[in-house]
C-alpha cells in the first residue's frame, strides 16, 4: 500500500502541472498568517510535512526564516520546488519520505501540514503521525484538513474529514489547541473545497507523558 501511495504521488507530479491539481495556492495566505501569529523567531525550526511544491517555502524563506524542512512522499515534487528556487533551494533541508516512515533526527518550533493528515485514513497511520509529532514538536502543530463540507476524495483517494472537535480530541495528548477557522480554497479550475485549519500549542504535561509511554 505504502509503495502504492508513492508511485501515486510520483505520478501525479510527474503529469500534471500545478494549474492542474487542486490545491495549489498562488499566495499560502492562511499559512502564513497562522505561522505569522505564533511570534517565531527566524532561527526557528520549521517544518512543513507533504509541502510538495507549495510555495510555502518561498514565502517563509522570503520572510528570512533560516531552518526550514520540506517533507514529501514525492521525489518529484521537491525537485519542482527545488527548481523553481533555484540557489535559494540550497538553505532547505529536503526529505523523501511518506510521514507515516519518518523518523526526525530532530527537533521541530513549528510543524506545518497542510493537506497530509486528511489522506491517512487508519487508525493506525493517524497514531503514527500523531506519535510523531508528539516527539518531534516542541512548540506549534499547524494543521489544515478537509471540513466536513470539504470533498470526500482528492487526487483520487479517499481522505478524512475533520471538525473542529475532531481534530482537537485527535492531538489533545500533547497538544493544546490555540484556534481553528475554516476557510474556501478556491482550486485552479475555480471549484470550493472547504478546509479547517488549527493551530495547537505542545504540553508536556504529566497526564500527556503518561500517556505517551504507554
Avoid at 526557528?44 to 510535512?49: L, V
Avoid at 500523531?130 to 470526500?152: C, M, Q, W, Y
Avoid at 475533520?162 to 475554516?182: A, D, H, M, P, T
Wanted: hydrophobic share 30%; with cysteine; proline share 2%.
Amino acid at each position: 500500500m505504502r509503495l502504492n501511495r508513492k508511485k501515486h504521488w510520483e505520478t501525479v507530479y510527474e503529469t500534471k502541472n500545478p494549474d492542474q491539481v487542486s490545491w495549489t495556492q498562488e499566495i499560502p495566505k492562511t499559512s502564513l498568517e497562522f505561522i505569522n501569529s505564533l511570534g517565531l523567531k527566524k532561527t526557528a525550526k520549521i517544518i512543513d510535512i507533504g509541502g510538495g511544491d507549495s510555495k510555502l517555502v518561498d514565502y517563509l524563506l522570503d520572510e528570512g526564516f533560516e531552518n526550514i524542512t520540506v517533507l514529501d512522499i514525492s521525489e518529484k515534487s521537491l525537485k519542482k520546488a527545488q527548481n523553481r528556487l533555484g540557489k535559494k533551494a540550497n538553505k532547505v533541508n529536503w526529505i523523501v519520505s511518506d510521514i507515516t516512515d519518518f523518523e526526525p533526527k530532530m527537533t521541530f518550533d513549528l510543524w506545518h501540514d497542510r493537506a497530509t493528515f486528511h489522506f491517512l485514513t487508519t487508525t493506525e497511520q493517524i497514531k503514527k503521525y500523531i506519535k510523531t509529532a508528539r516527539d518531534s514538536v516542541n512548540g506549534f502543530l499547524t494543521i489544515g484538513t478537509f471540513s466536513h463540507s470539504g470533498p470526500e476524495k482528492c487526487s483520487g483517494l479517499e481522505i478524512k474529514q475533520y471538525n473542529e472537535e475532531e481534530l482537537n480530541s485527535e492531538f489533545e495528548n500533547g497538544f493544546y489547541k490555540i484556534r481553528c477557522v475554516q476557510e474556501d480554497h478556491i482550486t485552479p479550475f475555480h471549484t470550493t473545497q472547504n478546509f479547517l485549519f488549527c493551530s495547537f500549542k505542545r504540553q508536556l504535561t504529566e497526564k500527556a507523558s503518561g500517556q505517551q509511554s504507554r
